[in-house]
Each structure stands twice: as structure tokens, then as C-alpha cells.
């Protein structure tokens, strides 16, 4: 009993322990968007598709982008990596054609991650791809050109992070909301020089992603500074954080990783409720975020699309990453499939993009999605039975119609929901679509 009592409370506590660190405890500016900013937001959502880049000096190890901290490389060893990164391969021409090819509405990529080393042209540090490599060019500068001639938002992942700053000392403990024995007003005052650098040097920036804020829960990180300053520098620019808790006043987007919103398999999640936001779920099309030369199962075209379609369903967009190699060249696992996932988006893109989710929850054989008068039946995973149940769908329906052959399709629409029978429905090994015309 005894044992049975401390386990109760050990859970307990760990449960209102893990509550605690859920929400953001210093004090935050009343935000009030702009009406561009709203626009904006509604512009992310129905993009739907966005293509995630971590690349930096780390790609030379081909073990990930975590490959300093988990190998506990020091740094005045790790930082000769930028002595002979090299990209010559890089085209960012190919890279932005690949994702607009793929149905990406946009980019998200690392101009800084947690090794501190910057992908951009910064004064606020030598440390960076311009100053410290033979390379001796921003690539963010000509990723920018290029995500503008095709019509592809261009967006920033900064790390909060830092593993190799004496003004950040990540071993330090944290005593009111400080780190012990560090200068911390002076790395808020540099990640502000950097943000203000990527808002004013690569014209009008979608978003900043900001990443790295679990490994300092209890920190002052000052994001009512940092959050006035972006709105200030571009009204525009949509606020994302990957911080696992709840929705912190100033955010535009709330962001969950490697979960669709609501769920909670990886363990990011718990307690994390879903808010009216712009919604987005991020992964990778490997293991790791950055470049991984013993990836073994990249994921198939019908995977990503899977995601895609299970995103939508839940109102969220789908932000897939790749990790280019040293050179600066995405591989060709990761291309071709995303070339054959952008034949399918081409195809079936208007029952994806635009559409609105959410609106029953998702099903074991699928998920729903709606535009207009349209409800968009999704099935992808295959059904045994000569008809689909589709549970608690409130609107009233007119018509069925297979997508792909346009066949009508028979149903019986009853209070507990509707059933439509599937018999002359033609196969799709990827994604049966039906399309429901409503009431509206």
C-alpha cells in the first residue's frame, strides 16, 4: 500500500511538476496584429505545405545536427569544421524549385542552430559562414532572391540555444530567471542584433521560428523585447516557437514536433492544449534534422502524403524537412520522393490547399477537409466493407462523387452520420478521395 501511495504521488507530482513547466512565467507586452499580420496568418494556413532546411557546419560529420553536443566535441575542436566547409554544390535556385515542385508554399531554414554557428552574413559575430569559411557567401541572401522570383515564402529558424557562448553558459543553473555567473542581458541584446540583421537584410520574411527554449524552461528570455522587436522591424512577419508549452502572448503560429496538434506521441506535447492559431506540425524525411549519412528509411512518397493529408485533416500545415549535405546538395532519396509527392499535389492539391480541417476528428481510415460547399473525404488507409461511415457529420449532404472518375456514388445520410457506398469508388493505393457537395 505503501508503495501503492508513493507511486500515486510521485505521479502526481510529476504531473503538476510537468504543468508548471507548460506555461511561460515572466511578463508579456499586450499584442493587438496589425491587419497584414492577420492576413498573413490566414495566408500560412492555407499554404498547408512547407519545406524545413537544417544545414550548417555540422553536415560535414554526416551525424546529425546534435553531433557536437552528443559526441561532446569541444568547441575549440568543433569550430574547425568551418575551416573547410565548402558548399560549392549549393544552388538555391534548385533547392526553391524543388520544394514549389513539390507543392511548398515555403521555407523554413536554420540561420542559426544550437552550435552557434550562423548560416547568414552577421556583424553581431565572426562566427558565421561569411567570416569563418573558405565558402565566403550568404547563402540566406540568395536563397532570398530566389524564394522571391518563384513566389516562396522565405522563413528564419533561430536558435535560442546556444552551446558555445560565454554569455549563454548552457551548463549554468538558473536562479531568478537568470543563468549564474553570466552576462545575460548581453546574449539577449546579441540574438536581438541577429534577429534585426535576418528582419532588414533579406526583404520581407515570412516567419521566425524560434527553437531551444525546453532546454531553459525557468529563463527570463525577455520575449517581450524580442517579440516587440519583430513586430516593430516587420508587422508582417508571422512569430512561431517551438517550445512545447502553451501559446505565449505575441505568437502567430503554435507549432508542434513531430506530432499532429492534439496528440502526444513523441512526448513533446503533454499538457499542451491546441489554440485557435495558425497551426503547423514539423518533421523530417529521415531521422535527423541535419544531414545523417546512416539514414536508412527516408520516407515514402505515400508517407509524406499521409502526413500531409493527416495534418490538414486536423487543420495544420506540414512542415517537411530535409538535411543537405556538406556540399550543398539535397539527396537524391530526399528529391525523388518529393518529386513524386509533388505529382500528387499537383493532382489533388485543391482538396489540401485552402481547405479548413478539424472538422470531425480524424479517423482510422482517414481524415475530412472542406472548401466551400466541398467536404473532401480523404481515405488512406484501405476499408473492407462496400461502404464508409463517415461519424457525427452535421452538414447535409447533396451529392457524392468519386474525385478521380467524377462516378457518382451513392449515400444515406442518418443523425449518427453519413454512409457512402463505395463499391464503384476506383482504387488509389495512395488516397481514395470523395468529394461531398454540402449545404452551405
Same mark, same amino acid.
Given at each position: 500500500?505503501? $508503495? ?13 511538476? *510537468? ?113 569563418? =569559411? ?12 530566389? +524564394?522571391?522570383?518563384? #513566389? ?24 531568478? #530567471? ?28 515570412? +516567419? ?32 512561431? !516557437?517551438?517550445?512545447?508549452? =502553451? ?7 503554435? =507549432? ?7 496528440? !502526444? ?16 506540425? +514539423? =518533421? ?9 549519412? !546512416? ?62 480541417? *478539424? ?24 476499408? @473492407? ?6 461519424? !457525427? ?8 462523387? #468519386? ?13 449518427? #452520420?453519413?454512409?457512402?457506398?463505395? @463499391?464503384?469508388? $476506383? ?14
Amino acid at each position: 500500500m505503501k $508503495k501503492l501511495v508513493f507511486l500515486l504521488l510521485f505521479l502526481i507530482g510529476g504531473m503538476t511538476a *510537468s504543468a508548471q513547466k507548460k506555461v511561460y512565467h515572466y511578463p508579456m507586452s499586450d499584442y493587438t496584429p496589425t491587419p497584414g499580420n492577420l492576413a498573413a496568418r490566414q495566408e500560412f494556413q492555407a499554404d498547408r505545405f512547407g519545406l524545413f532546411i537544417h544545414w550548417g557546419i555540422y553536415s560535414i560529420l554526416g551525424d546529425g545536427e546534435w553531433v557536437m553536443f552528443q559526441q561532446k566535441i569541444p568547441f575549440d575542436k568543433y569550430k574547425h569544421l568551418a575551416d573547410f566547409f565548402n558548399p560549392q554544390a549549393f544552388n538555391a535556385k534548385e533547392w526553391v524549385s524543388m520544394a514549389k515542385s513539390a507543392g511548398m508554399k515555403y521555407i523554413t531554414i536554420t540561420a542559426r542552430h544550437h552550435d552557434g554557428f550562423s548560416m547568414f552574413d552577421t556583424k553581431a559575430s565572426d562566427y558565421n559562414i561569411v567570416d569563418a =569559411t573558405p565558402y565566403g557567401r550568404d547563402p540566406m541572401k540568395e536563397l532570398a532572391a530566389e +524564394c522571391k522570383k518563384q #513566389g516562396i515564402k522565405l522563413n528564419f529558424y533561430y536558435s535560442l540555444l546556444d552551446w558555445i557562448r560565454d554569455d549563454y553558459n548552457y551548463k549554468n543553473k538558473i536562479v531568478d #530567471g537568470v543563468p549564474v555567473d553570466t552576462d545575460w542581458d548581453s546574449y539577449i541584446e546579441f540574438m536581438k542584433a541577429q534577429l534585426t540583421e535576418l528582419l532588414t537584410n533579406y526583404g520581407e520574411i515570412g +516567419c521566425i521560428w524560434f527553437d531551444g527554449y525546453w532546454q531553459r524552461p525557468d529563463v527570463n528570455w525577455h520575449f517581450d523585447e524580442i517579440y516587440s522587436l519583430i513586430h516593430k522591424l516587420s508587422p508582417n512577419t508571422l512569430i512561431a !516557437n517551438n517550445h512545447h508549452i =502553451t501559446i505565449i502572448p505575441g505568437e502567430d503560429i503554435q =507549432t508542434f514536433e513531430r506530432d499532429l496538434p492534439g496528440e !502526444n506521441v513523441q512526448g513533446f506535447s503533454r499538457g499542451v492544449e491546441v489554440s485557435k492559431l495558425p497551426l503547423e506540425t +514539423c =518533421t523530417t524525411m529521415g531521422k535527423a534534422w541535419g544531414f545523417n549519412i !546512416n539514414d536508412k528509411n527516408p520516407k515514402t512518397p505515400k508517407q509524406v502524403i499521409d502526413l500531409l493529408v493527416g495534418a490538414a485533416g486536423k487543420n495544420a500545415n506540414l512542415l517537411m524537412n530535409v538535411g543537405p549535405m556538406p556540399n550543398g546538395k539535397i539527396q537524391s532519396e530526399f528529391t525523388e520522393s518529393l518529386a513524386k509527392v509533388g505529382e500528387w499535389t499537383a493532382k489533388y492539391g485543391e482538396t489540401i490547399y485552402g481547405t479548413q480541417g *478539424s472538422i470531425i476528428p480524424n479517423q482510422e481510415w482517414g481524415v475530412l477537409t472542406s472548401k466551400g460547399n466541398k467536404v473532401y473525404v480523404h481515405i488512406i488507409k484501405p476499408v @473492407k466493407d462496400a461502404y464508409l461511415f463517415i461519424p !457525427n457529420l452535421k452538414v447535409k449532404v447533396k451529392s457524392a462523387y #468519386g474525385f478521380d472518375e467524377n462516378v457518382k456514388l451513392k449515400f444515406k445520410q442518418q443523425k449518427e #452520420g453519413v454512409f457512402v457506398y463505395i @463499391k464503384d469508388l $476506383k482504387e488509389n493505393a495512395i488516397d481514395q478521395i470523395i468529394t461531398l457537395t454540402v449545404k452551405m
